[in-house]
């Protein structure tokens, strides 16, 4: 089993800027990439960008080019996703999620953690 802890979501204003954090602990090894996700209300969970543990290859949605980075830091086991230039529109419940394969779907990831609430107002 892998464990995920999600920190650093809050309330901004538009334009602001906001750095997650997830910390990933258990079986690690079993793991080859670790995702964010995040989740709307009234709208289904979407990928937002993925990392893997190894080389660092990254991908990212669309909306978010530009204005996220996703990073790792393996010897602390971590990853952050820093989000700058945040929109209303941005607004969700973020996951982080740890898998063996680098993927954009959901199913890619098998762990997943609790969640952490980012609000970006007008």
């Known amino acids: 089993q892998v464990q995920l802890v999600e920190s650093g979501g809050g309330s901004v204003q538009a334009g602001g800027s906001l750095r997650l954090s997830c910390a990933a602990s258990?079986?690690?090894?079993?793991?080859?990439?670790m995702g964010w996700f995040r989740q709307a209300p009234g709208k289904e969970r979407e990928f937002v960008t993925t990392?893997?543990?190894?080389?660092?290859?990254?991908y990212y949605t669309d909306s978010v080019k530009g204005r996220f980075t996703i990073s790792r830091d393996n010897t602390k086991k971590m990853v952050y996703l820093q989000m700058n230039s945040l929109k209303p529109e941005d607004t969700a419940v973020y996951y982080c999620?740890?898998?063996?394969?680098?993927?954009?779907?959901?199913?890619?990831?098998?762990?997943w953690g609790q969640g952490t609430q980012v609000t970006v107002s007008s």
């Open positions: 990392i893997s543990w190894s080389v660092g290859t990254t």
């Open positions: 999620a740890a898998g063996p394969y680098l993927g954009t779907w959901e199913s890619a990831y098998v762990y």
């Open positions: 258990g079986r690690t090894f079993s793991v080859s990439a």
